[in-house]
């Protein structure tokens, strides 16, 4: 069984300050992939980044940074210079790799606010 | 960019009721889900269909749930004598194949049971 737990429920920040949103997982899988979405006032969920459980490589696409570690199993994504248009829930999410498409387990969500 | 489908966008019904929730997944996308989110809550998995088969259900997908790909095309939810408790946001998915490729969500239908 697969759990994702996200133990801020709500974060403000002021635009323009960085944030960090953090993902605890568990999985008896030694390969999985893990997923982060952001899920605006509109409602849509929205896929915005994903790491493979044997690259532990940390990576910046923009404005997003996420730090995958194994040893702890987390997998904890960063806003820097967080605008208004951040605001979100944002969703941790995780996918075994055990034959064929195993479903996708999200954790309870952060939501985000930042204040103008 | 192609994009996952769902009408109607919002569903109100009475208790008992059924209703069919639709998905036109994307075309080259092989296996496919719906999640449910009530209010406020997280995105909960309801089932996975591949192949014209359920291949995987949530212990909340009983025997008042079904699925159907009845065409090749549209993916429908149906959920018989509708209960308050299944108002919430429902999602469908779809997935490319395997590896790390994401679900790409359809916008939600909001259904609402009164």
């Known amino acids: 069984a697969q759990k994702v737990t996200q133990a801020q429920t709500e974060i403000s920040v002021v635009e323009k300050e960085d944030v960090t949103l953090d993902c605890v997982y568990e999985t008896r899988d030694t390969t999985y992939y893990l997923f982060w979405y952001k899920q605006p006032p509109s409602g849509e969920l929205v896929f915005l980044i994903r790491r493979n459980s044997f690259d532990e490589q940390n990576e910046i696409s923009g404005r997003y940074s996420w730090n995958f570690q194994k040893s702890t199993s987390s997998f904890n994504f960063t806003i820097t210079a967080s605008q208004v248009v951040d605001s979100a829930v944002y969703f941790c999410?995780?996918?075994?790799?055990?034959?064929?498409?195993?479903?996708?387990?999200f954790g309870t969500g952060t939501k985000l606010q930042v204040i103008p | 960019e192609p994009e996952v489908t769902q009408t109607p966008s919002h569903q109100v019904t009475q208790m008992g009721q059924e209703v069919i929730l639709r998905c036109v997944p994307i075309?080259?996308?092989?296996?496919f889900y719906w999640y449910r989110q009530i209010l406020g809550q997280k995105v909960e998995f309801l089932v996975s269909f591949y192949n014209n088969e359920i291949s995987e259900k949530s212990e909340i997908f009983d025997d008042q749930f079904s699925v159907e790909r009845p065409d090749g095309s549209n993916f429908t939810l149906k959920i018989r004598s509708t209960k308050l408790e299944d108002s919430a946001m429902y999602f469908c998915a779809g997935v490319q194949g395997f590896g790390d490729s994401p679900l790409h969500f359809g916008n939600g239908t909001r259904l609402t049971v009164t």
């Open positions: 999410a995780l996918r075994p790799n055990s034959g064929g498409y195993q479903k996708v387990t």
């Open positions: 075309s080259n996308h092989l296996y």
